[in-house]
């Protein structure tokens, strides 16, 4: 009886990470701490819709080849995925309603990126893999992805809460930006025995000891710009350099035959550890 119940809390909790619940909350956290930043007031509306954006999406990424491609043979898992994807579809439209037509307008440019990133459209010069999308593109992956999580996670929640985006709201963007290439790196280290040398991504270009300098460098820029950002209490500034030091070790243990759960679960944990820190004593 044990064992079922260990197998069965197995599957629900590699459906949670498949399903992109995970990342999506890691999404959602980020920003939540954005408006905790700048000390506007729970926003529902955008905080919901860009979770149940995020699920959409990153299932829309991860699956639009294998639902293209193998739609009649796709596996029960996934097909239930497909639908909680369509559900979240339809409550994300719900949230979408409740946001301003500047905040829609804005979230256009980034759904068009996510949209261009799973779907092929490139003329065949440009890319370098049998799929023409920009996810496919030498060396664009990491950046495109920091891109729209840095976009969605600072701008979109200001914007719908009509914050003047002034300088600091350039450092803030930059400091995501920089955060989330430091928590992609583990990733692309664990994925370099998957990926085809034709998509060049960081580790495969300058391989695993250098994608670690560079992570640390990352976390430096992360932790560095906190300074250039109006004056935070101590109590949030020691969370941070707490969350840069655990992206550091999350960097630095990376390495290509990781454990099943270390990226997918515990490097993605770390936006969510963040949030709950700062609830709690920041």
Same mark, same amino acid.
């Given at each position: 009886? #044990?064992?079922?119940?260990?197998?069965?809390?197995?599957?629900?909790?590699?459906?949670?990470?498949?399903?992109?619940?995970?990342?999506?909350?890691?999404?959602?956290? =980020?920003?939540?701490?954005?408006?905790?930043?700048? %000390?506007?007031? $729970?926003?529902?509306?955008?905080?919901?819709?860009?979770?149940?954006?995020?699920?959409?999406?990153?299932?829309?990424?991860?699956?639009?080849?294998?639902?293209?491609?193998?739609?009649?043979?796709?596996?029960?898992?996934?097909? $239930?995925?497909?639908?909680?994807?369509?559900?979240?579809?339809?409550?994300?439209?719900?949230?979408?309603?409740?946001?301003? =037509?500047?905040?829609?307008? #804005?979230?256009?440019?980034?759904?068009?990126?996510?949209?261009?990133?799973?779907?092929? $459209?490139?003329?065949?010069?440009? #890319?370098?893999?049998?799929?023409?999308?920009?996810?496919?593109?030498?060396?664009?992956?990491?950046?495109?992805?920091?891109?729209?999580?840095?976009?969605?996670? @600072?701008?979109?929640?200001?914007?719908?809460?009509?914050? =003047? &985006?002034?300088?600091? @709201?350039?450092?803030?963007?930059?400091?995501?930006?920089?955060? @989330?290439?430091?928590?992609?790196?583990?990733?692309?280290?664990?994925?370099?025995?998957?990926?085809?040398?034709?998509?060049?991504?960081?580790?495969?270009?300058?391989?695993?000891?250098?994608?670690?300098?560079?992570?640390?460098?990352?976390? =430096?820029?992360?932790?560095?710009?906190?300074?250039?950002?109006? %004056?935070?209490?101590?109590?949030?500034?020691?969370?941070?350099?707490?969350?840069? &030091?655990?992206?550091?070790?999350?960097?630095?243990?990376?390495?290509?035959?990781?454990?099943?759960?270390?990226?997918?679960?515990?490097?993605?944990?770390?936006?969510?550890?963040?949030?709950?820190?700062?609830?709690?004593?920041?």
């Amino acid at each position: 009886m #044990y064992f079922c119940y260990m197998r069965l809390a197995k599957q629900v909790f590699d459906f949670y990470l498949n399903s992109s619940l995970h990342v999506a909350l890691a999404v959602f956290s =980020l920003s939540w701490l954005t408006l905790i930043e700048y %000390e506007i007031p $729970f926003d529902a509306a955008v905080l919901f819709f860009i979770f149940f954006a995020s699920i959409t999406g990153y299932n829309f990424v991860k699956f639009f080849g294998l639902a293209k491609f193998h739609h009649r043979s796709l596996s029960s898992w996934l097909k $239930f995925i497909q639908l909680m994807s369509f559900i979240c579809f339809l409550i994300m439209g719900y949230f979408a309603s409740k946001l301003q =037509l500047k905040t829609i307008l #804005y979230l256009g440019v980034f759904a068009t990126i996510t949209f261009l990133y799973a779907i092929p $459209f490139i003329p065949k010069k440009f #890319y370098l893999d049998t799929q023409q999308n920009l996810r496919n593109v030498s060396g664009l992956k990491v950046y495109v992805i920091a891109l729209v999580w840095a976009g969605v996670t @600072v701008l979109i929640p200001l914007i719908n809460n009509n914050q =003047l &985006l002034d300088t600091t @709201v350039i450092w803030a963007f930059a400091q995501r930006f920089f955060l @989330v290439l430091a928590l992609m790196l583990p990733f692309e280290i664990r994925d370099m025995q998957f990926d085809s040398i034709k998509l060049a991504t960081i580790p495969q270009r300058i391989g695993i000891k250098n994608t670690k300098i560079m992570g640390l460098v990352l976390s =430096l820029l992360f932790f560095g710009l906190e300074f250039f950002m109006p %004056e935070k209490p101590l109590s949030k500034l020691l969370i941070q350099l707490g969350i840069t &030091l655990l992206l550091i070790f999350s960097i630095i243990f990376s390495r290509k035959n990781q454990g099943r759960y270390f990226s997918g679960f515990w490097v993605e944990s770390i936006p969510i550890i963040w949030l709950v820190l700062t609830l709690l004593f920041g």
